[in-house]
Nanobody, 126 residues
């Protein structure tokens, strides 16, 4: 499975971005997907996750109410809408997939993820 993120960039505080993660293969609908981020000098942390069905989602407390994860299985794509961005949201954002998972399960634990993208940089200026 290959994952390619895009949509990152430089934005002012309060602004918005939409990240995309496109997956290779014909079984994208069988994957649970998550977004993680890593700021300079910090450990990678969970941001958001979505189930195979798209009906279940989970968010880190720090982004709840500001970020929205969604998926379009027909396009093999997962999105992360970032609103009301803050300087502390500055990080490299990674998408990842879990290959074997029940239909409605969301996965928030990093170690459970099987494949990772290369990341896209998000920089929020104050």
């Amino acid at each position: 499975v290959q994952l390619v993120e895009s949509g990152g960039g430089l934005v002012q505080a309060g602004g918005s971005l939409r990240l995309s993660c496109v997956a290779s293969g014909r079984t994208f609908s069988s994957y649970a997907v998550g977004w993680f981020r890593q700021a300079p000098g910090k450990r990678r942390e969970f941001v958001a996750a979505i189930s195979r069905s798209g009906g279940s989602t989970s968010y880190a407390d720090s982004v709840k109410g500001r970020f929205t994860i969604s998926r379009d299985n027909a396009k093999n794509t997962v999105y992360l809408q970032l609103n009301s961005l803050k300087p502390e949201d500055t990080a490299v954002y990674y998408c990842a997939v879990v290959v074997t998972v029940p239909y409605t399960m969301v996965v928030v634990t990093e170690i459970r993820y099987d494949y990772w993208g290369q990341g896209t940089q998000v920089t929020v200026s104050s």
